[in-house]
């Protein structure tokens, strides 16, 4: 489990394909006490540890699936890339939960500036924007934001210029692609609520019929 507070923004340093995608990321925050094994949120895509290097980075396997449904295969040499450790017991919850699952793809469709803060405009699938709600949490290439307002296809976040320079979104621009996390919490809920919603469903077909 993650917050979706970025602890640093790695570079990416090489890229080999093959069967799986070998990711190799420059880190030195992220790599502090990390192992073979662990996980780190690459972008918002949770990856498992392949390798931990003697000098300063981190190496991961991606699989087809995971480049399908990420912007992962999106990435070159060179790229920014935004790095968490999973969350250690006893630590400070300054996000929200995030899992590291993404449940879409969407794209950045505007920057603007607001005061000393800028608007970013992101296009969402349903299966994100159904969970999204105003003052909620949303997460965005693995950084836990709060959504200013949810519209037709998109919803928007400001960022604060600390965030901006904090993470890989000072490389991004209308048009990149980027990953997308549902609030967990909204999942369940609905999950939960499903049995009910079918019951009543059941009950007014039935007293359709019987009409």
């Known amino acids: 489990m993650f917050t979706g507070l970025v ?25 502090s006490g990390t192992e ?8 918002g895509v949770c990856l498992t ?16 699936e995971t480049l399908r449904r990420t912007s992962l295969g999106d990435l070159s040499e060179g790229s920014l890339v935004n790095l968490e450790r999973a969350l ?6 300054g996000g929200h939960i995030v899992q590291g699952h993404v449940d879409g793809v969407g794209e ?7 005061g000393d803060a800028e608007v970013w405009e992101f296009s969402a699938p349903d ?5 999204t709600v105003e003052k909620g949490s949303a997460c965005v290439e693995g950084i836990s934001l709060t959504v200013v307002a949810v519209g ?10 600390q965030t901006r320079e904090a993470t890989n979104l000072r ?34 077909r039935r007293a359709q019929d019987a009409v």
């Open 152 to 161: 037709e296809g998109s919803f928007t976040v400001s960022i604060l210029p």
């Open 108 to 114: 950045v469709l505007g920057v603007r500036p607001e």
């Open 7 to 31: 602890e640093e923004v790695g570079r990416v340093r090489r890229l080999e394909s093959g069967g799986m995608s070998r990711l190799v990321v420059s880190a030195s925050a992220a790599r």
């Open 88 to 93: 250690a017991a006893g630590e400070r919850f």
């Open 127 to 131: 299966a994100v924007l159904r969970y």
């Open 171 to 204: 490389g991004l621009g209308v048009g990149s692609r980027v990953n997308l996390e549902a609030d967990v919490i909204g999942k369940y809920v609905e999950r939960l609520l499903e049995p009910r919603f079918d019951k009543s469903r059941d009950f007014e």
């Open 49 to 64: 540890v392949h390798e931990v290097s003697a000098s300063d980075e981190l190496a991961f396997y991606a699989m087809p």
């Open 36 to 43: 073979v094994g662990d996980s780190v949120s690459v972008n």
